[in-house]
C-alpha cells in the first residue's frame, strides 16, 4: 500500500512560474526524500528532510516538512520548462527495516 | 560507477511464460528494492532485500512472483506464470543500509508487456 498520497496530481504552469506540489503520509518516519521521473526514465533522487528538521533548500527547491500534520511540500521557483515531470514524495517509515514508500505523484507540465 | 543497471529494458511475452528481470544494484549497497509502476497503481514496492537477504516481501502480489539476491551484486525478479495483469515498468533500486538517511538509486527499469 503507499503511504503517501499527493496533490495536486496534475499541474500546469508557465515558465517562470513557481509549482507546489504536497505529499501527505500516514505512519512515523526517518526522513521524507522527493524525486522527480522524467518519462519512461527511472526515479532520481532530489532532496531530503529529516523528521526533525522543519526546512530545506537546494537550488532552486525548497521542501518543507510538518510532522504534526505528517505533511511535506515541495516548492519549484522560476521553474523552467526542463522541469516538466513527475515529483514523488517518498518516506523512510519509523521501523527497523528502512523500506522506502513512494506516494501517487504529481505530474508537472512547465509550459515555455 | 554505471549506476543501477537492469535488464531487459524491455520484455514482451506471452500469458502462460515465465520472465526473469535482472538487476546489478551499485557496487558497495547493500540494500535493493524491487518496485512496479503502472497507471493505475502507482509505484507498488513488491520486495526489499538488506544484504541480501529478503526483510520485506509483503508487497509481492502473489505466488507466481519470486525474487532472488543470491550475491550482493545480482537479483533476480522472475514471474511464472506471466499474465496479462503483470504488464508494468519494474524498477530495481539500491542504496547503502545502515545509513537511513541515503537516498535510492533507481535503474532504467524494465517494461513488461505481456500479450
Known sequence: ?112 | DAGVIQSPRHEVTEMGQEVTLRCKPISGHNSLFWYRQTMMRGLELLIYFNNNVPIDDSGMPEDRFSAKMPNASFSTLKIQPSEPRDSAVYFCASRRVGDRGTEAFFGQGTRLTVV
Open chain 1, 1 to 112: 500500500s503507499q503511504q503517501g498520497e499527493e496533490d495536486p496530481q496534475a499541474l500546469s504552469i508557465q515558465e517562470g512560474e513557481n509549482a507546489t506540489m504536497n505529499c501527505s503520509y500516514k505512519t512515523s518516519i526517518n526522513n521524507l526524500q522527493w524525486y522527480r521521473q522524467n518519462s519512461g526514465r527511472g526515479l532520481v533522487h532530489l532532496i531530503l528532510i529529516r523528521s526533525n528538521e522543519r526546512e530545506k533548500h537546494s537550488g532552486r527547491l525548497r521542501v518543507t516538512l510538518d510532522t504534526s500534520k505528517k505533511s511535506s511540500s515541495l516548492l519549484i521557483t522560476a521553474s523552467r520548462a526542463a522541469d516538466t515531470a513527475s515529483y514523488f514524495c517518498a518516506t523512510v517509515v519509523m521501523d527497523s527495516s528502512y523500506k522506502l514508500i513512494f506516494g501517487s505523484g504529481t505530474r508537472l507540465l512547465v509550459r515555455p
